[in-house]
């Protein structure tokens, strides 16, 4: 259903499809498009691999199919996880560094790196708290690059920044180096739990398609990359409506769809595919499941 949706523009719910009303069904790729004309230039050479590709679908593994998304970094919510250990120098006296810089770490657990060893690089940015609760969930952290150990010096592991998605400066934490994701696999959710649009990696007041979020489920919910999710809002009966009929529930206005990048324990960041109308944080997920 969502493959049909995104390829039909005009319909603004993918649950509310009239009699006579055409739709499109067409083979070959779904591309996604940038959500800011402006930002088209910059991404030229990007975009042809943002796309699905439709025709890999395998109706024996029920809605299998293919997203290629570019980026550069994007980061997670710092909830529970402990970094392995601290960038605290390099060669140079230079305050920022960058791809091919030689620089110096203070790992926790020596005895587990091994030269050739690949971690991510992150700084922590703000905190993070849930758009209806206030309750605190985590800390941004914000994707650096990579980096790969060429040394171990006594105390002192060497490594080299493979690449710097921003600029680099000392008490970077390390954490496990986790590859750029280039294409990810649509996958049938296995949970109904819904959750709730938490945070985004740029800093917007309003969403949409190849924005990158992120939701207070993860791992520990059932969530795997590749999982489809919608997003919602609730819809408010007009002052005209309920002085007329009384008190109603309305169903959700759909807004979009998402697809799960990555798991944290209690977290994941998703990449927005369609939007019909703008998301804020606080807005509604729920899972694809069928």
């Given amino acids: 259903m969502l493959v049909i949706w995104a390829k039909n523009p005009e319909i603004t719910n993918p649950h509310l499809i009239f009699p006579g009303q055409k739709v499109q069904i067409l083979d070959g790729r779904l591309k996604i498009i940038p959500a800011y004309p402006e930002a088209d230039k910059q991404a030229s050479t990007e975009t042809d691999d943002q796309q699905t590709d439709l025709s890999t679908m395998d109706t024996e593994t029920e809605e299998l199919i293919t997203i290629k998304a570019a980026g550069s970094g994007d980061g997670f919510i710092l909830t529970d996880e402990v970094p392995l250990g601290v960038l605290v120098d390099s060669v140079d006296n230079r305050l920022l560094l960058t791809k091919d810089d030689l620089v110096f770490l203070k790992m926790k657990d020596l005895s587990s790196v091994t030269i050739g060893d690949t971690y991510g690089l992150f700084e922590r940015g703000d905190q993070v708290n849930h758009p209806h609760t206030n309750e605190v969930i985590g800390t941004m952290m914000n994707n650096l690059g990579f980096l790969q150990v060429t040394e171990i010096n006594g105390d002192t592991v060497v490594a080299k920044i493979g690449s710097a998605f921003r600029e680099i400066q000392r008490g970077a934490e390390v954490f496990e180096y986790v590859p750029q994701r280039n294409e990810i696999t649509l996958q049938r959710g296995t949970t109904d739990k819904g959750g709730y649009i938490i945070a985004a990696r740029d800093k917007k007041e309003t969403f949409s398609t190849n924005d990158i979020i992120y939701v207070d489920l993860g791992s520990d919910d059932g969530l795997v990359s590749g999982n489809l999710?919608?997003?919602?809002?609730?819809?408010?009966?007009?002052?005209?409506?309920?002085?007329?009929?009384?008190?109603?529930?309305?169903?959700?206005?759909?807004?979009?769809?998402?697809?799960?990048?990555?798991?944290?324990?209690?977290?994941?960041?998703?990449?927005?595919?369609?939007?019909?109308?703008?998301?804020?944080?606080?807005?509604?997920?729920?899972?694809?499941?069928?």
Avoid: H, W
């Fill in 229 to 290: 999710f919608y997003i919602a809002r609730p819809r408010k009966a007009s002052d005209e409506v309920i002085k007329k009929a009384g008190p109603i529930q309305l169903p959700d206005a759909v807004l979009g769809a998402a697809i799960i990048i990555e798991t944290k324990a209690k977290t994941a960041s998703a990449i927005i595919i369609k939007s019909v109308n703008a998301t804020f944080i606080g807005d509604k997920v729920s899972i694809v499941t069928n």
